[in-house]
Structures are given as structure tokens and as C-alpha cells.
């Protein structure tokens, strides 16, 4: 019987009322059956990185996060972008990717949230950086789902059809790759 593919949701915000952790949040409650999603949730225990860390025995959170990445099947990002770029929080997760090889070839992709005209330069660097640690970038599975807060419900997730639609095919699309 195959294995139902797991994908990791990886939220570049800290801000718990963050649009990208409605995106997140919401394609974890609207997963095609068949499809699991776990999200993570330890960005803000990560250290600050540095290389000299980058060995045995690792950090704790560092473990922790790439534990995350090598027991999924595929990886969703969605980050929001900060003075023209990543937030330096996700950049810093990121960085704890390059030395270890769990990402490498892991079907990858990211929903932008942002309002139109904005979020390119985060695209830009998550691109650069998710390239270098030899991810395997799902294109079709990169999209602009931009969401506005008056899209938020009480619940924290995003109420609009289209937007369901939207995720269940990046999903689809995405765990397609897995295997590729």
C-alpha cells in the first residue's frame, strides 16, 4: 500500500495573526484526503545561526527542524517578505538547511500571500537560498494566493472557495512531484 505523502508547512512570520500562518493554517484544515500536513512550529526556538553550531552533537531545535524536513514527503512555504526580503527569523531557519542534506531534492514550493506588486524580493531569496541547499522547486506548485485580513475568520483561517481551491491544487500538485 503506498505511503500517504506528508507535507512540512513551513511559516516564515512570527506573528501568530499572520496572513501566512491563515495560508498555512488553512491548507492544513482543507488537505485533500490523502494528504497529510504538519506544520511547524519552532521557528522562534531556532539559534541564531552559526557555523561553528553547524556540527555534532546539534542544537536541540536544529534537530528538531531538520527531523521535520527529512520525515516529510514535500515542503510548503509561505513567508511574508520583510525591507525587500525574507524576515530574518525564516532566513535564519533557512540557514540551518545548508549544512545538513534533508531538503536536498525535496519536492518544494511556497505560496505568496502578499497583496499584488509586493513579496518579489522574498520569492527572489527564497529561491537563491532554497536552489543552493539543492531543494527541488515544484514551479507549478509556486503561486500568488494573495489574502487580505477582511479574508480571516474568527477562526484564524481563510474562509473564500477560491482560496481552498487554490491550496488543495498547490497541495495536489505538489505531493505529484513526490517521487519525481
Not at 111 to 136: D, I
Request: aromatic letters at 4%.
Amino acid at each position: 500500500m503506498p505511503q500517504t505523502p506528508t507535507v512540512l508547512l513551513l511559516s516564515g512570520s512570527l506573528r501568530g495573526d499572520s496572513s501566512n500562518e491563515a495560508v498555512l493554517r488553512t491548507a492544513h484544515a482543507i488537505a485533500p484526503e490523502g494528504i497529510r500536513t504538519v506544520r511547524y512550529s519552532g521557528l522562534a526556538t531556532l539559534p541564531h545561526f552559526n557555523p561553528d553550531d553547524d556540527t555534532d552533537p546539534l542544537p536541540a531545535p536544529v534537530v528538531e527542524l531538520r527531523a521535520a524536513i527529512d520525515a516529510a514527503s514535500a515542503v510548503l512555504v509561505c513567508t511574508p517578505e520583510y525591507a525587500g526580503t525574507l524576515p530574518g527569523s525564516f532566513k535564519n531557519l533557512l540557514d540551518w538547511t545548508v549544512g545538513g542534506t534533508e531538503i536536498c531534492d525535496k519536492p518544494t514550493a511556497w505560496v505568496n500571500a502578499a497583496a499584488p506588486g509586493r513579496g518579489q524580493g522574498a520569492e527572489a531569496t527564497l529561491r537563491t537560498v532554497l536552489v543552493y541547499t539543492g531543494a527541488h522547486i515544484v514551479e507549478a506548485a509556486c503561486v500568488r494566493v494573495p489574502v487580505g485580513r477582511d479574508m480571516l475568520g474568527a477562526d484564524g483561517l481563510i474562509g473564500d472557495p477560491g482560496v481552498h481551491d487554490r491550496l488543495r491544487e498547490v497541495l495536489g500538485t505538489l505531493t505529484a512531484a513526490v517521487g519525481v
